[in-house]
């Protein structure tokens, strides 16, 4: 097992890269259909493709934004942010729609820099959610906001129709990695 951390680059997604991020989806797609065999997108259309629905509006509405993630000049990873009404909380938060790491670079510390990056760029109230049998994800999100926060972040266990599954809420700050002091 590697166990040296790799660095990653954040870029928002252009519009020129709208098939990048369409393709990586299909591969997240693919990863989620063994998490949840019986969801509503886990099988491919006839063509042979999951299709994500909805990517277009990424590019076409001010509260979303795409990124892909770039390790040694190679495409690793994606992630979609959207700015919404918060489910835990009055108000807007930011919320991590989709997030994906390429197998080869996983356990390396890619998704971990990648989450801080996007945190402190969208600094303000956060919210975060896990569909319930993606119990790695969990495990995840758990190690990277509680380093980030210093353990001062909130976990609910929603079943409800927005969610279904543990959300994790707290505040992203500009500076970036660093757990802040109390
Ligand atoms: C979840 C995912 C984004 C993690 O990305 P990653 O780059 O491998 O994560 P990191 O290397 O930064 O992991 C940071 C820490 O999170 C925890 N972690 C990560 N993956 C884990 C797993 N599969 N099982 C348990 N803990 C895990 C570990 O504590 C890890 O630290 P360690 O490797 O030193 O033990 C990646 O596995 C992925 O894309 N999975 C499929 C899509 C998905 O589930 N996305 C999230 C949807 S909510």
Redesign the pocket.
């Known amino acids: 097992v590697a166990t040296d951390r790799l660095s990653v680059n954040v870029l928002e997604a252009t519009v020129a890269q709208k098939p990048v991020v369409r393709h990586l989806l299909e591969l997240?797609d693919y990863?989620?259909s063994e998490?949840e065999p019986f969801g509503p997108a886990s099988d491919v259309d006839e063509g042979g493709l999951y299709g994500y629905q909805g990517l277009d509006a990424y590019w076409t509405e001010p509260n979303r934004f795409p990124f892909l993630f770039r390790v040694g000049g190679r495409w690793a990873?994606l992630a979609l942010v959207v700015r919404r009404r918060a489910l835990l909380s009055p108000g807007e938060a930011f919320w991590?729609a989709?997030?994906?790491?390429?197998r080869k670079?996983?356990?390396?510390?890619?998704?971990?820099?990648?989450?801080t990056q996007l945190f402190a760029r969208f600094p303000g109230r956060w919210e975060?959610?896990?569909?319930v049998e993606?119990?790695?994800?969990q495990?995840?999100?758990r190690?990277?906001i509680g380093r980030y926060t210093g353990g001062r972040y909130r976990e609910v266990a929603l079943d409800e129709p927005a969610w279904q599954g543990p959300v994790q809420t707290f505040e992203g700050a500009p500076a970036a990695g660093d757990p802040r002091t109390p």
């Open positions: 997240y990863d989620f998490i990873g991590m989709e997030f994906f790491v390429m670079y996983r356990r390396r510390g890619v998704g971990a820099s990648a989450a975060v959610g896990q569909v993606n119990t790695a994800a495990a995840f999100w190690d990277v």
